[in-house]
């Protein structure tokens, strides 16, 4: 027997559905301040550079400084949002609460578009470092290998997990400490090196040498910076004491970010050949350390031991967050039911291993018609990203006004002004990514998705949804808030 409302279906299911489906908690502050960071940290190491090609220095610079002040407004607004509605979904509930089904459904297809697609870019750029040690060896068999070591890990227990990312977290935050040190102390770090990116016939050289045109076109690449911390309303399912450890720890993971994002741009701007090479560098790491000990083994030894705790650390974490969506989506029964099934662990080993299949056919299938793959999965990454942030703006927005007696155990200082003010600049950099030739590709793949998904839902997910799924339950009880 299903119940119906409106449009929607409600699947009647065994007892025991829940009960196969369940996760296990055991996440305190620190475990998620590290998952959360885990997750970003590889922008620090690849992909933020080209937005020096694009706008110059202080064209990438501005970029940051806005694109930051984005992502305080989004991370204070998800600190309040993961307390009141403290489920594996994140995203897809609380835009599910806030604009029903539909939408809920489509900024949950836009965050698991985010994660597989960037762990896609980050074994892509891992198997580019490694081809220096290893260059005969095909790159498909790196991308396997790495994603079956990572996903192994994640099946095994969420303890293994988390302490994983814990390690890798803080080897990658050392590797990124000894680096700015070093420049500084070797005196390699060059100031003058920051402005020598060329300038547009008319444009200034140490200001902006591709104009005003050039901060908006570095605006997607200052996003990597600080792209999946809004992994961790993920993991709500799985930590301790929400109200008082979720939001402490996007917080300060968020200025953590903040910190690493601002040393990386200015002293990895400033060595070897400057902005200039740096902007077209896949490894920009690389130039700074070839700079410090000259190019040969030493260098190409290190970058790699380097780049591959930083890439490791987020493919590791963003894998995590891949698996958690799908298995949320599934639950709810968005889509098939068969995904969710959790393992004796309590890990939803079947959406990890589906995340890896797609996110393997990704890079493979990219890999076959670009020479710049790792740009092109960035740019469809951020905008699957901004998407989904913007949708969950307006939730909290909307859940404000509309639900003003839920419960927030923890509520955001920036309240609807910060919401409002996040919006607005998702806004605008969903719109420099549409606007910038070279990024739609990229973004006609999504929007193809997207399309896709609606089809899927209307023919498909409407009719088979769970009520006792927890998104679901706390959308149709929260009715009694509204007012």
Not at 244 to 264: E, Q, V, Y
Request: charged content about 10%; overall charge positive.
């Amino acid at each position: 027997m299903q119940k119906s409302r409106g449009i929607i279906s409600y699947k009647n299911v065994p007892k025991n559905y829940l009960r196969q489906r369940q996760l296990k908690r055991g996440a305190d502050s620190f475990l998620l301040w590290s998952l959360g960071v885990g997750a970003v940290i590889s922008g620090d190491f690849f992909g933020w550079n080209y937005g020096l090609a694009a706008g110059g220095f202080w064209g990438l610079t501005i970029a940051t400084f806005v694109i930051a002040i984005m992502y305080l407004c989004i991370v204070y607004s998800l600190a309040e949002l993961s307390v009141a509605l403290p489920h594996t979904g994140g995203f897809y509930s609380f835009t599910r609460n806030a604009f029903g089904p539909f939408w809920g459904f489509i900024c949950g297809v836009a965050v698991t578009i985010e994660y597989v697609l960037t762990t896609a870019a980050i074994v892509f750029s891992m198997s580019n470092y490694l081809k220096s040690l290893i260059p005969n060896v095909p790159s498909y068999l790196l991308w396997l290998l790495a994603y079956t070591i990572f996903v192994a890990i994640a099946i095994q227990s969420v303890e293994l997990t988390l302490n994983v990312s814990v390690f890798l977290t803080l080897a990658a935050m050392l590797v990124l400490g000894i680096f700015y040190v070093s420049m500084l102390a070797a005196d390699v770090f060059k100031p003058e090196q920051l402005f020598n990116v060329p300038a547009n016939l008319g444009e200034s050289a140490t200001w902006l040498p591709k104009g005003w045109q050039g901060v908006f076109a570095s605006i997607p690449y200052a996003i990597w910076f600080y792209l999946a911390i809004e992994i961790l309303p993920l993991s709500s399912e799985e930590t301790n004491d929400v109200p008082r450890n979720m939001p402490k720890a996007l917080i300060l993971g968020m200025f953590t970010l903040i910190a690493l994002s601002l040393l990386t741009l200015v002293l990895n701007s400033g060595v070897g050949g400057g902005a200039a090479a740096i902007g077209q560098s896949n490894v920009p790491l690389k130039d700074g350390l070839e700079a410090y000990f000259g190019k040969g083994v030493t260098s190409d030894v290190l970058t790699v031991i380097a780049l591959t705790f930083g890439l490791v650390a987020s493919f590791h974490t963003v894998i995590y967050g891949y698996g958690r969506s799908l298995f949320s989506l599934s639950r709810a029964g968005y889509i098939p039911h068969w995904i969710s099934v959790t393992s004796e662990n309590h890990t939803p080993y079947r959406a990890l291993i589906l995340g890896t299949v797609v996110g393997l056919i990704c890079v493979m299938l990219i890999d076959l018609g670009s020479d710049a793959v790792d740009a092109v999965i960035l740019n469809m990454a951020v905008f699957a990203a901004l998407i989904s942030y913007i949708l969950v703006m307006l939730s909290y927005i909307k859940l404000k006004l509309s639900c003003p007696n839920l419960p927030r155990p923890y509520e955001s200082p920036l309240g609807i002004f910060g919401a409002s003010l996040g919006s607005i600049l998702g806004i605008f950099a969903l719109v420099a990514c549409y606007f910038i030739p070279a990024y739609q590709p990229g973004i006609k793949g999504i929007a193809l998705v997207l399309i896709i998904a609606t089809f899927y839902f209307f023919f498909c997910s409407r009719n088979r949804l769970v009520a006792q799924a927890p998104e679901e339950a706390a959308a149709l009880s929260n009715s009694k808030f509204k007012t």
